[in-house]
Protein backbone atom coordinates (compact mmCIF):
# COMPACT_ATOMS: atom_id res chain seq x y z
CA UNK A 1 0.00 0.00 0.00
CA UNK A 2 1.17 3.34 -1.07
CA UNK A 3 0.46 5.73 1.86
CA UNK A 4 0.80 9.90 2.16
CA UNK A 5 1.06 12.03 5.04
CA UNK A 6 -0.13 15.64 3.83
CA UNK A 7 -1.11 19.21 5.25
CA UNK A 8 0.55 22.80 5.70
CA UNK A 9 3.52 23.57 8.02
CA UNK A 10 3.72 22.91 11.17
CA UNK A 11 1.30 20.27 11.36
CA UNK A 12 3.85 17.65 12.37
CA UNK A 13 4.06 15.72 8.97
CA UNK A 14 7.23 14.44 9.50
CA UNK A 15 7.54 12.79 13.22
CA UNK A 16 3.86 10.88 12.26
CA UNK A 17 5.52 9.66 9.02
CA UNK A 18 8.02 7.99 11.08
CA UNK A 19 6.12 7.07 13.54
CA UNK A 20 3.61 4.93 11.14
CA UNK A 21 6.51 3.42 9.19
CA UNK A 22 7.70 1.86 12.81
CA UNK A 23 4.46 1.09 13.68
CA UNK A 24 4.11 -0.74 10.27
CA UNK A 25 7.26 -2.22 10.82
CA UNK A 26 6.11 -3.65 13.98
CA UNK A 27 3.22 -5.25 12.73
CA UNK A 28 5.10 -7.37 10.47
CA UNK A 29 4.72 -5.42 7.42
CA UNK A 30 7.99 -4.27 5.43
CA UNK A 31 7.64 -0.40 4.79
CA UNK A 32 9.53 2.82 3.27
CA UNK A 33 9.84 6.03 4.31
CA UNK A 34 10.32 8.83 1.60
CA UNK A 35 9.52 12.78 1.38
CA UNK A 36 8.98 15.01 -1.14
CA UNK A 37 10.73 16.78 -2.57
CA UNK A 38 13.93 14.66 -1.59
CA UNK A 39 14.44 10.48 -1.86
CA UNK A 40 16.93 10.32 -4.39
CA UNK A 41 20.49 12.50 -5.42
CA UNK A 42 18.73 14.24 -7.88
CA UNK A 43 15.83 15.10 -5.75
CA UNK A 44 17.61 16.00 -3.40
CA UNK A 45 19.36 19.13 -5.18
CA UNK A 46 16.62 19.77 -6.41
CA UNK A 47 15.05 20.16 -2.75
CA UNK A 48 18.12 22.25 -1.64
CA UNK A 49 17.25 24.69 -4.76
CA UNK A 50 13.45 25.22 -3.74
CA UNK A 51 14.62 26.03 -0.20
CA UNK A 52 17.38 28.34 -1.43
CA UNK A 53 16.03 32.08 -1.53
CA UNK A 54 19.17 33.91 -1.53
CA UNK A 55 20.39 35.07 -5.58
CA UNK A 56 17.62 33.65 -7.67
CA UNK A 57 14.66 32.24 -5.87
CA UNK A 58 12.29 29.68 -8.68
CA UNK A 59 9.26 31.73 -9.57
CA UNK A 60 6.02 30.32 -9.46
CA UNK A 61 5.88 27.74 -12.91
CA UNK A 62 9.91 26.96 -12.15
CA UNK A 63 8.67 25.90 -8.72
CA UNK A 64 5.90 23.33 -10.23
CA UNK A 65 8.41 22.38 -12.21
CA UNK A 66 11.33 21.65 -9.82
CA UNK A 67 8.72 19.93 -7.06
CA UNK A 68 7.33 17.83 -10.55
CA UNK A 69 10.83 16.57 -11.68
CA UNK A 70 11.73 15.35 -8.14
CA UNK A 71 8.79 13.53 -7.97
CA UNK A 72 9.30 11.93 -11.41
CA UNK A 73 12.78 10.90 -10.11
CA UNK A 74 11.61 9.61 -6.65
CA UNK A 75 8.46 7.80 -8.26
CA UNK A 76 10.62 5.98 -11.29
CA UNK A 77 14.10 5.21 -8.47
CA UNK A 78 12.06 3.97 -5.36
CA UNK A 79 8.70 4.42 -4.77
CA UNK A 80 7.34 1.94 -8.12
CA UNK A 81 10.24 -0.58 -7.35
CA UNK A 82 9.45 -0.66 -3.38
CA UNK A 83 5.55 -1.49 -3.72
CA UNK A 84 6.97 -4.26 -6.90
CA UNK A 85 8.96 -5.90 -4.17
CA UNK A 86 5.34 -6.06 -1.67
CA UNK A 87 6.90 -2.94 0.56
CA UNK A 88 4.60 -0.40 2.30
CA UNK A 89 5.62 3.01 1.02
CA UNK A 90 5.08 5.92 3.59
CA UNK A 91 5.67 9.37 1.72
CA UNK A 92 5.83 13.02 3.88
CA UNK A 93 4.02 14.90 1.14
CA UNK A 94 3.28 13.88 -2.59
CA UNK A 95 0.87 15.12 -5.45
CA UNK A 96 -1.98 16.51 -2.89
CA UNK A 97 0.89 19.14 -1.87
CA UNK A 98 0.78 20.53 -5.59
CA UNK A 99 -2.32 21.06 -5.68
CA UNK A 100 -2.47 22.74 -2.14
CA UNK A 101 0.88 25.23 -2.52
CA UNK A 102 1.05 25.89 -6.15
CA UNK A 103 -2.37 25.76 -7.08
CA UNK A 104 -4.58 27.07 -4.25
CA UNK A 105 -1.68 28.99 -2.82
CA UNK A 106 0.13 30.28 -5.76
CA UNK A 107 -2.82 30.43 -7.97
CA UNK A 108 -1.70 28.29 -10.94
CA UNK A 109 -4.62 26.47 -13.06
CA UNK A 110 -5.53 23.27 -11.67
CA UNK A 111 -6.31 21.98 -14.87
CA UNK A 112 -2.73 22.61 -15.75
CA UNK A 113 -1.47 20.86 -12.84
CA UNK A 114 -3.20 17.76 -13.20
CA UNK A 115 -1.86 17.39 -16.87
CA UNK A 116 1.51 17.55 -15.63
CA UNK A 117 1.24 16.00 -12.02
CA UNK A 118 -0.25 12.88 -13.67
CA UNK A 119 2.28 13.16 -16.17
CA UNK A 120 5.16 12.90 -13.57
CA UNK A 121 3.27 10.31 -11.33
CA UNK A 122 3.26 7.99 -14.26
CA UNK A 123 -0.19 6.98 -13.16
CA UNK A 124 0.88 6.57 -9.81
CA UNK A 125 -1.83 7.78 -6.98
CA UNK A 126 -1.84 6.82 -3.12
CA UNK A 127 -3.86 4.29 -2.15
CA UNK A 128 -4.42 6.41 0.98
CA UNK A 129 -3.54 9.77 2.45
CA UNK A 130 -3.89 11.48 5.94
CA UNK A 131 -4.20 15.11 5.60
CA UNK A 132 -3.25 16.26 9.37
CA UNK A 133 -5.39 19.61 10.14
CA UNK A 134 -4.18 21.98 12.48
CA UNK A 135 -5.29 25.65 13.61
CA UNK A 136 -3.03 27.92 11.74
CA UNK A 137 -1.92 29.42 15.37
CA UNK A 138 -1.11 26.31 16.52
CA UNK A 139 1.04 25.74 13.55
CA UNK A 140 2.67 29.14 13.82
CA UNK A 141 4.17 27.95 17.51
CA UNK A 142 5.32 24.50 16.18
CA UNK A 143 7.23 26.34 13.82
CA UNK A 144 8.61 28.75 16.48
CA UNK A 145 9.34 25.67 18.67
CA UNK A 146 11.19 23.65 16.11
CA UNK A 147 13.17 26.85 14.93
CA UNK A 148 14.48 27.51 18.58
CA UNK A 149 14.97 23.65 19.09
CA UNK A 150 17.18 23.00 15.68
CA UNK A 151 18.43 26.72 15.07
CA UNK A 152 17.47 27.14 11.36
CA UNK A 153 15.73 29.68 9.98
CA UNK A 154 12.19 29.50 8.14
CA UNK A 155 12.65 28.51 4.56
CA UNK A 156 10.75 30.59 1.52
CA UNK A 157 7.65 28.28 1.89
CA UNK A 158 7.23 28.82 5.32
CA UNK A 159 7.77 32.73 5.35
CA UNK A 160 4.70 32.97 2.21
CA UNK A 161 2.21 35.00 4.62
CA UNK A 162 -0.48 34.10 6.61
CA UNK A 163 -3.01 34.50 3.74
CA UNK A 164 -1.05 31.75 1.69
CA UNK A 165 -0.84 29.15 4.32
CA UNK A 166 -4.54 30.33 4.82
CA UNK A 167 -5.39 29.23 1.18
CA UNK A 168 -2.84 26.25 1.90
CA UNK A 169 -5.34 24.89 4.39
CA UNK A 170 -8.71 25.72 2.51
CA UNK A 171 -7.26 23.82 -0.67
CA UNK A 172 -6.75 20.69 1.31
CA UNK A 173 -9.84 20.63 2.98
CA UNK A 174 -11.56 20.80 -0.13
CA UNK A 175 -9.39 17.95 -2.01
CA UNK A 176 -10.56 15.90 1.73
CA UNK A 177 -14.09 17.11 0.89
CA UNK A 178 -13.94 15.60 -2.87
CA UNK A 179 -12.21 12.69 -2.15
CA UNK A 180 -13.65 11.10 0.90
CA UNK A 181 -12.81 7.38 -0.01
CA UNK A 182 -8.96 8.16 -0.32
CA UNK A 183 -7.94 11.30 2.19
CA UNK A 184 -8.95 11.12 5.68
CA UNK A 185 -8.70 14.48 7.78
CA UNK A 186 -7.24 14.01 11.02
CA UNK A 187 -6.88 16.47 13.79
CA UNK A 188 -3.35 17.53 14.29
CA UNK A 189 -3.79 19.15 17.72
CA UNK A 190 -2.52 17.36 20.42
CA UNK A 191 0.53 15.21 21.51
CA UNK A 192 2.19 13.01 19.20
CA UNK A 193 0.87 9.86 21.06
CA UNK A 194 -2.51 11.24 20.36
CA UNK A 195 -1.71 12.03 16.85
CA UNK A 196 -0.64 8.79 16.02
CA UNK A 197 -3.37 6.48 17.16
CA UNK A 198 -5.65 9.02 15.59
CA UNK A 199 -4.04 8.39 12.09
CA UNK A 200 -4.15 4.82 12.80
CA UNK A 201 -7.54 4.59 13.22
CA UNK A 202 -8.19 6.51 10.40
CA UNK A 203 -6.20 4.18 7.85
CA UNK A 204 -8.07 0.97 9.97
CA UNK A 205 -5.54 -1.13 9.69
CA UNK A 206 -5.55 -4.18 11.99
CA UNK A 207 -2.28 -4.57 14.49
Known amino acids: MFITIEGGEGCGKTTQVGRLVSRLERSGRKALMV ?12 RGLLKDEREDPPCDRAELLLFLAAR ?25 STFAYQGYGRG ?42 T ?24 MAAENPGRISVVDAAGTVEEVEERIWKSLKLSV
Open 72 to 96: AQLVRNVIKPALADGAWVVSDRFCD
Open 35 to 46: REPGGTRLAELV
Open 151 to 174: KESADRIELAGADFHARLREGFLR
Open 108 to 149: LPLDILRIANDFACDGLLPDRTVLLDVEPAVALERMRERAAR
